[in-house]
């Protein structure tokens, strides 16, 4: 007897622990202390505090809650009518009040703490993410949203801003983001089939759109924008961007509380985020206010996943906290080899790496929201200058943070072995939750892509970024901090930053001569533009690390940017071992490997089987 309880006892193990998210995370500590003037900060961190001990109790139990009770599509009742209900659990509805409580969105338009507003809104943003359950996501939506409201300053919808940024739980909206079409998933331009029709005898600015939106996350909201396609005065679509515009759209009609000519046809099997209803809908004559001129659409949808590419940044950080939190405390229990895992040299190393990527990471996201604040707040030239860095940076950010979060998570998870695995200790989740953040707002190879856009559009954006990096190391260097370790990353960072300085040159003045000609886009290296970006994000962040150790001249500091230069920050194919090979996909024997063998074997073709 005694034996059986004793073996069966041997089997049980204890479940990792969570502290309070702010108190624990020193690195978010210690950087708000750099980035928010001390006086504000004194006032919203007991705030953070008291939020860091919600987010691992309450909001972590209805995250977990809602996940274990995915929403589901009612599309008829019991008398045969369609009714296209959405149904989430009692737990997704308490994460909307909770949001709207904690002004998750409201603190950055209240902006209370002048640019420090958005540094707090997204610390907060950064500690609720991991632990709601995906509630992260319509947020980032009603974020967008609010901003193009706010800069369209249209009267008629002061209303519906006042709901975005409520932090009444009655009052609160949340706002859907109606982009992709099944035709059009990145190339939204060219993909994009829904129609708008002005509205027979409507106030100008009032129109019908007919069309289908393939994926469409957050469909509880009660309003989203969607972009479509105008007619010509001949009736005809007008082709690519110049026909498209945004359109704000109402859910429901607000006497009926029936959908607006909306059907919603079927709610999304997905890999992950199992909490989010993500319908495919048809708009079917819906009523439709237009928010940007004919041909603006995509530049005014713009502001909006702008917004929602730092929130993309803030899930991405939040992830790899949470699972470097959890492996971390499992560390301190795990026994292995005689011994715990953390006296081990190997588990100790795995998890300093993935707490150096996520410094990372946060340092990125804590950055950009400053300049998100400056941007909105600051005066003239200040704020177009915090634009125009932003503008780059936010693609950078996005991409680069994204594919960081499927790498520590993935490592976070193996850290628990077998366990790791299962579903029900809440770890495999972390996972699939992290490998849509690469893929929503725009996948990295279009992100690659809008950097190059950026960098065209405004090419003083790159070198505002590469002075703010120069600034830092001269920072650093200057405070003579007799670390030999720190001296040579910046000296590296230094040679990395005039490396692609250079090649930008080269490359800038082939855009220069080519704008004479008209042919701009095609000068730049598409195949380049990957690597590009992610050694703009690297540099980016070594030059915050570096610059926060020089501050703060702590040991661990110098020794987290110590380790992220160690490794080559700028991989363009210049800086390769072996140059002539060029870009990934230039070649013609690139596109031999990337195709595969020649589909005939004998000249006889193979059969091919449906996936
Ligand atoms: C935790 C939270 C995470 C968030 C969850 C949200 C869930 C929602 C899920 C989704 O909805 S995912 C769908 C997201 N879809 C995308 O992100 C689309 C990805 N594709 C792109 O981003 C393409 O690059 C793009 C559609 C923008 C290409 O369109 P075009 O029309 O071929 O671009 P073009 O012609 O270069 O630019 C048109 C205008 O837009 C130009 O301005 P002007 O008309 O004034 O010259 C551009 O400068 C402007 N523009 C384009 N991208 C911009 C931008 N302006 C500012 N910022 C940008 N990023």
Redesign the pocket.
């Known amino acids: 007897m005694n034996t059986s309880v004793s073996t069966r006892h041997a089997w049980v193990q204890e479940p990792p622990s969570l502290g309070n998210q702010y108190t624990d995370d020193t690195a978010l500590r210690d950087i708000l202390r750099t980035v928010v003037p001390s006086e504000d900060l004194e006032r919203f961190e007991p705030d953070l505090e008291r939020f860091g001990w919600r987010v691992v109790t309450e909001v972590k139990d209805l995250g977990q809650r809602a996940e274990r009770e995915p929403p589901r599509l009612e599309s008829y009742d019991a008398w045969g009518s369609r009714i296209d209900k959405v149904v989430t659990s009692t737990a997704w509805k308490a994460l909307h009040d909770i949001a709207a409580e904690e002004g998750l969105i409201a603190t950055g338009y209240e902006r209370n703490f002048g640019a420090a507003s958005r540094v707090y809104q997204f610390t907060k943003?950064y500690l609720f993410?991991s632990s709601s359950g995906?509630y992260?996501?319509?947020?980032?939506?009603t974020d967008?949203a609010a901003r193009v409201l706010e800069l369209s300053r249209d009267p008629h919808l002061l209303k519906s801003f006042a709901r975005l940024t409520s932090r009444d739980p009655h009052e609160f909206w949340t706002s859907?983001?109606?982009?992709?079409e099944k035709a059009?998933?990145?190339?939204?331009?060219?993909g994009t089939e829904t129609l708008a029709k002005p509205k027979e005898g409507a106030a100008d600015g009032e129109y019908e759109l007919h069309g289908q939106k393939w994926?469409?996350?957050?469909a509880d909201g009660e309003m989203s924008l969607a972009l479509a396609r105008c007619l010509d005065q001949q009736g005809s679509p007008i082709p690519?961007?110049r026909g498209?515009a945004l359109f704000y759209v109402e859910m429901r009609d607000s006497d009926t509380g029936t959908l607006n000519l909306i059907k919603l046809h079927r709610l999304k099997n997905k890999l992950g985020t199992k909490q989010l209803p993500?319908a495919e809908l048809s708009l079917e004559g819906t009523p439709a206010r237009r928010l940007s001129l004919v041909?603006?659409?995509?530049?005014?949808?713009?502001?909006m996943?702008?917004i929602?590419?730092l929130?993309?940044t803030?899930?991405?950080a939040s992830a790899m906290r949470r699972v470097l939190a959890l492996a971390r405390d499992y560390a301190g229990r795990r026994r292995a080899f005689g011994k715990l895992l953390i006296d081990q040299p190997l588990a100790r190393g795995t998890l300093a790496w993935m707490e150096v990527r996520t410094r990372g990471c946060l340092h990125i996201l804590l950055d950009a929201a400053r300049l998100l604040g400056e941007a909105e707040t600051a005066p003239s030239p200040r704020s177009e200058r915090a634009s125009a860095v932003l503008?780059l940076l936010?693609?950078v950010a996005k991409l680069f943070s994204a594919k960081e979060a499927v790498r520590v998570c993935s490592e976070g998870i193996e850290f628990f072995g077998g366990q790791g695995y299962i579903e029900d200790t809440g770890l495999p989740g972390i996972l699939r939750d992290a490998q849509?953040?690469p893929?929503?707002?725009?996948?990295t190879n279009?992100?690659s892509?809008?950097v190059q856009?950026?960098l065209l559009?405004e090419p003083t954006s790159l070198a505002a970024l590469l002075e703010d990096l120069q600034g830092r190391l001269d920072h650093a260097a200057s405070r003579q901090l007799a670390c030999p370790r720190l001296d040579l990353a910046v000296t590296g960072t230094r040679a990395a930053s005039r490396e692609l300085s250079q090649w930008v040159q080269q490359f800038q003045h082939n855009v220069s001569s080519a704008h004479d000609d008209g042919t701009a886009v095609h000068a730049w290296p598409e195949e380049e533009s990957r690597s590009f970006a992610f050694s703009l994000a690297r540099l980016h962040i070594a030059g915050l690390m570096i610059n926060h150790a020089a501050v703060t001249k702590d040991k661990v500091d110098m020794q987290a940017a110590a380790r992220w230069c160690c490794k080559p920050l700028v991989t363009i194919s210049s800086t390769s071992a072996d140059p002539s090979l060029g870009a990934w996909g230039k070649s013609a024997e690139d596109s031999l490997l990337a195709m595969g063998a020649k589909p005939t074997i004998d000249g006889k073709h193979c059969l091919r089987a449906r996936f």
């Open positions: 943003l993410a995906l992260s996501c319509p947020l980032a939506m967008g859907g983001q109606w982009m992709t059009g998933g990145s190339d939204v331009a060219g994926f469409t996350s957050a690519g961007t498209l993500t041909g603006k659409g995509v530049a005014a949808i713009a502001k996943i702008n929602t590419r929130h993309n803030a899930a991405a503008r936010t693609p849509v953040l893929i929503w707002e725009g996948a279009v992100l892509l809008d856009r950026a559009k």
